[in-house]
């Protein structure tokens, strides 16, 4: 072998070992794998929140007129309906940029 063929070999082998380094590195946190925990945090806190208020404004209706708790269980249903709307449009705000994303990226990068 000539001295030349043996340093073609060898920079074939240094490539070869740093792309098995390249692929053996772990890859960094990128925000997409934090968005879905914000989400779901997000959704639980209106659903939590429209309780809340619905809470609140019931009982607050009943302590003024003084009533039964008929304003309360009222309006904490109503809370938990307006909680879950809101969770809906919330998902579907994230579901309308998903697709706008898929529809922007090119077609190589889809698979």
């Known amino acids: ?14 490539a070869r070992i740093a792309k098995a380094r390249k692929a053996g590195e772990p890859e960094p946190h990128s925000g997409a794998t934090y968005s879905q925990g914000e989400l779901a945090w997000r959704m639980v806190i209106e659903l939590v929140a429209g309780l809340l208020i619905g809470f609140g404004m019931g009982y607050g209706l009943d302590w003024l007129l003084g009533t039964l708790p008929i304003f309360l269980v009222l309006f904490t249903l109503l809370g938990l309906a307006a909680g879950v709307k809101t969770m809906l449009r919330s998902a579907q705000e994230v579901e309308k940029k998903r697709l706008a994303a898929e529809a922007a990226a090119p077609e190589d990068e889809r698979d």
């Open 1 to 14: 072998m000539s001295d030349e063929d043996q340093k073609q070999r060898l920079a074939q082998l240094e």
